[in-house]
T-cell receptor, first 112, second 114 residues
Framework: SQQGEEDPQALSIQEGENATMNCSYK?????LQWYRQNSGRGLVHLIL?????REKHSGRLRVTLDTSKKSSSLLITASRAADTASYFC????????????FGQGTTLQVKP | NAGVTQTPKFQVLKTGQSMTLQCAQD?????MYWYRQDPGMGLRLIYY???????DKGEVPNGYNVSRLNKREFSLRLESAAPSQTSVYFC?????????????FGSGTRLTVV
């Protein structure tokens, strides 16, 4: 299965701290994406990184991709209470590009 | 607001009943998708439509059918609902499968089958 595995499953930090979430996958990918889901809501796209890229930034978000280790990480710097949500990695496999397959997610709680 | 609209937002069905979940997008996207999300889990792809006139199976297509009615609309049908289909269903769309903007999701349909 292409499905990503995320670590940790849950993370609790204080406001102002950095949060790091990791995603590992099994087979080669075309791209890897990160999404946020607030409780009871739909998912919101955060960032996409392609297999030939190693790092991308968007505001307080930094995503890295290591295709040799088949892993990615999402770093949220200077976290805020509003960052409290579930975060999912998702990937398109290199051979079946129509299917975006999601990991099981990391639940992040940022305490004020 | 521009985006993906799903109807209904909530639905309770009895085992064996049928229903259609509706999804429409107004962003002129080519590709549309149906996912289900069960408690504590990520999303699982049911069916997708890469472009108008095409549909393909995802990870968990059994018990479902889809129709890409036109470029805007993509419906999901449960012919004979089962308790295992109790879930939250999300529709999504994207300009292309690898758009740098990713997928845009609707707010979901919470379905309970009793």
């Amino acid at each position: 299965s292409q499905q990503g595995e995320e670590d940790p499953q849950a993370l609790s930090i204080q406001e102002g701290e950095n949060a790091t979430m990791n995603c590992s996958y099994k087979t080669s990918i075309n791209n890897l994406q990160w999404y946020r889901q607030n409780s009871g809501r739909g998912l919101v796209h955060l960032i996409l990184i392609r297999s030939n890229e190693r790092e991308k930034h968007s505001g307080r978000l930094r995503v890295t991709l290591d295709t040799s280790k088949k892993s990615s990480s999402l770093l949220i710097t200077a976290s805020r209470a509003a960052d409290t949500a579930s975060y999912f990695c998702a990937m398109h496999g290199s051979s079946n590009t129509g299917k975006l397959i999601f990991g099981q997610g990391t639940t992040l709680q940022v305490k004020p | 607001n521009a985006g993906v609209t799903q109807t209904p937002k909530f639905q309770v069905l009895k085992t064996g009943q049928s229903m259609t979940l509706q999804c429409a997008q107004d962003m002129n996207h080519n590709s549309m998708y149906w996912y289900r999300q069960d408690p504590g889990m990520g999303l699982r792809l049911i069916y997708y439509s890469a472009s108008e006139g095409t549909t393909d199976k995802g990870e968990v297509p059994n018990g479902y059918n889809v129709s890409r009615l036109n470029k805007r609309e993509f419906s999901l049908r449960l012919e004979s609902a089962a308790p295992s289909q109790t879930s939250v269903y999300f529709c999504a769309s994207s300009e292309t499968w690898d758009s740098p903007y990713g997928y845009t999701f609707g707010s979901g349909t919470r379905l309970t089958v009793v």
